[in-house]
């Protein structure tokens, strides 16, 4: 069956986990952050990782969590209330975690700007988050994580997607601008392609979204995400915006069937898997 009318002529990417290779920086990123303020805040015995990299994917396919800095403040403020004197103890006691990321988290802002600025520093190193973020040196981690990071996005796979007559690009991240940046330069994106970054809105904001879509300007168009945020955000659009747009949601089998309960169609394990599942949906149902 087809599942894409009209035919896009736009794809709009999400970056963290879609065109970067974010499981060694910004994943990691989070569960250092968490680590290092159970050692240190909670004075924990360390006898292993307080969260690992299943557990924060559970708490981001939640819907809530999509923004690293406030998703290490509600997983440690999670940690914060179990019992345990060492890590793997809090690790073992805390409440459920998909059941903890549907609870509401209050923000304390100045204990919120103290953990952003020790997620910075892991990820990025403190020269940089210093200079970038203004943070106060607590981890003094000379190179960041974010100089790990891969790019998964090629050229060729652009080339493929225009020879479909899907030629405007656009991008909607939740990176913060200056760490868009940063990693810009890196990616083969085509001259023309729309940005959106967090200081234009968090997803699943319509906000960032419409800001490409409307400088795009396209008949329909595809959006490659790999979290509930990126999907609810396609959503929510298509509850009102004018032109349609079809969600990709790029994710391990595990994954898949949540997504599916949430409205999602279309599934690619890696963007090589992209040009060939957007030409079956596109394709009209065979005749006998």
Same mark, same amino acid.
């Given at each position: 069956? #087809?599942?894409?009318?009209?035919?896009?002529?736009?794809?709009? *990417?999400?970056?963290? !986990?879609?065109?970067?290779?974010? +499981? !060694?920086?910004?994943?990691? &990123? #989070?569960?250092?952050?968490?680590?290092?303020?159970?050692?240190?805040?909670?004075?924990? $015995?360390?006898?292993?990782?307080?969260?690992?990299? =299943?557990?924060?994917?559970?708490?981001?396919?939640?819907?809530?969590?999509?923004?690293?800095?406030?998703?290490? %403040?509600?997983? *440690?403020?999670?940690?914060?209330?179990?019992?345990?004197?060492?890590?793997? +103890?809090?690790?073992?006691?805390?409440?459920?975690?998909?059941?903890?990321?549907? &609870?509401?988290?209050?923000?304390?802002?100045?204990?919120?700007?103290?953990?952003?600025?020790? *997620?910075?520093?892991? %990820?990025?190193?403190?020269?940089?988050?210093?200079?970038? %973020?203004?943070? &106060?040196?607590?981890?003094? +981690?000379?190179? !960041?994580?974010?100089?790990?990071?891969?790019?998964?996005?090629?050229?060729?796979? /652009?080339?493929? /997607?225009?020879?479909?007559?899907?030629?405007?690009?656009?991008?909607?991240?939740?990176?913060?601008?200056?760490?868009?940046?940063?990693?810009?330069?890196?990616?083969?994106?085509?001259?023309?392609?729309?940005?959106?970054?967090?200081?234009?809105?968090?997803?699943?904001? $319509?906000?960032?979204?419409?800001?490409?879509?409307?400088?795009?300007?396209?008949? =329909? *168009?595809?959006?490659?995400?790999?979290?509930?945020?990126?999907?609810?955000?396609?959503?929510?659009?298509? !509850?009102?915006?004018?032109?349609?747009?079809? =969600?990709?949601?790029? #994710?391990?089998?595990?994954?898949?069937?949540?997504?599916?309960?949430?409205?999602?169609?279309?599934?690619?394990?890696?963007?090589?898997?992209?040009?060939?599942?957007?030409?079956?949906?596109?394709?009209?149902?065979?005749?006998?």
């Amino acid at each position: 069956m #087809c599942t894409m009318d009209p035919t896009p002529d736009a794809i709009v *990417f999400d970056v963290d !986990g879609v065109l970067v290779e974010t +499981q !060694g920086s910004y994943i990691e &990123a #989070c569960a250092r952050t968490v680590h290092w303020l159970v050692v240190h805040d909670l004075a924990l $015995v360390d006898d292993g990782p307080a969260v690992d990299a =299943a557990t924060i994917r559970a708490w981001k396919r939640a819907g809530h969590w999509n923004d690293d800095w406030d998703l290490s %403040y509600a997983m *440690f403020a999670w940690l914060s209330e179990a019992r345990g004197s060492t890590t793997a +103890q809090r690790r073992r006691s805390a409440e459920d975690p998909e059941r903890a990321a549907r &609870a509401h988290v209050p923000i304390e802002r100045e204990r919120w700007e103290r953990i952003r600025g020790i *997620f910075e520093e892991i %990820y990025n190193g403190t020269p940089v988050a210093t200079a970038r %973020y203004g943070v &106060a040196p607590l981890v003094r +981690q000379e190179r !960041g994580l974010a100089d790990t990071e891969r790019v998964l996005l090629e050229a060729g796979l /652009l080339r493929d /997607l225009a020879l479909m007559g899907i030629e405007k690009v656009g991008i909607v991240t939740g990176r913060a601008r200056a760490d868009w940046d940063a990693v810009r330069a890196r990616i083969p994106l085509p001259l023309g392609t729309v940005v959106a970054t967090m200081e234009d809105g968090r997803k699943p904001d $319509v906000a960032p979204l419409r800001k490409v879509v409307d400088a795009l300007r396209p008949r =329909a *168009f595809v959006s490659v995400g790999d979290t509930l945020a990126d999907l609810e955000m396609v959503t929510r659009w298509n !509850g009102s915006g004018p032109v349609p747009g079809t =969600a990709v949601m790029v #994710c391990p089998p595990e994954d898949e069937a949540d997504y599916r309960a949430r409205g999602a169609r279309l599934f690619i394990r890696s963007l090589a898997d992209l040009p060939e599942t957007l030409r079956r949906a596109s394709s009209p149902p065979a005749t006998r």
